[in-house]
């Protein structure tokens, strides 16, 4: 099992960046692909991108692709979400996701075991 705990949200004005981190426990984190959700008010929860075991595969949502990029330090235990460009419709709480069944990169939510608490991103017009 693993826990994963999302930090770095916040307030920025649009064409700003932002840097979320995941922290994940455990000694099994190279094992998990690892993935990033988000959720606006009223909104379902989204899929933003994802990463392989390796870090050498990533896999993002085309709302994002160009503009968000993904990376993990396994040595670290940690996963990284670089919000670029940013939008006011990337307004969501974010959330970090581990998948331990599958090797290949998914954009289900299905797909995932383990999720963290999330962060709050929140960009101004």
């Known amino acids: 099992q693993v826990q994963l705990v999302e930090s770095g949200g916040g307030l920025v004005q649009a064409g700003g960046s932002l840097r979320l981190s995941c922290a994940a426990s455990?000694?099994?984190?190279?094992?998990?692909?690892m993935g990033w959700f988000r959720q606006a008010p009223g909104k379902e929860r989204e899929f933003v991108a994802a990463?392989?075991?390796?870090?050498?595969?990533?896999y993002f949502a085309d709302s994002v692709k160009g503009r968000f990029t993904i990376s993990r330090d396994n040595a670290k235990n940690m996963v990284y979400l670089h919000l670029n460009s940013l939008k006011p419709e990337d307004t969501a709480v974010y959330y970090c996701a581990a998948n331990r069944k599958n090797s290949y990169l998914s954009g289900s939510r299905e797909s995932y075991d383990y999720w963290g608490q999330g962060t709050q991103v929140t960009v101004s017009s």
């Open positions: 455990g000694r099994t984190f190279g094992s998990y692909v």
């Open positions: 990463i392989s075991r390796g870090g050498g595969s990533t």
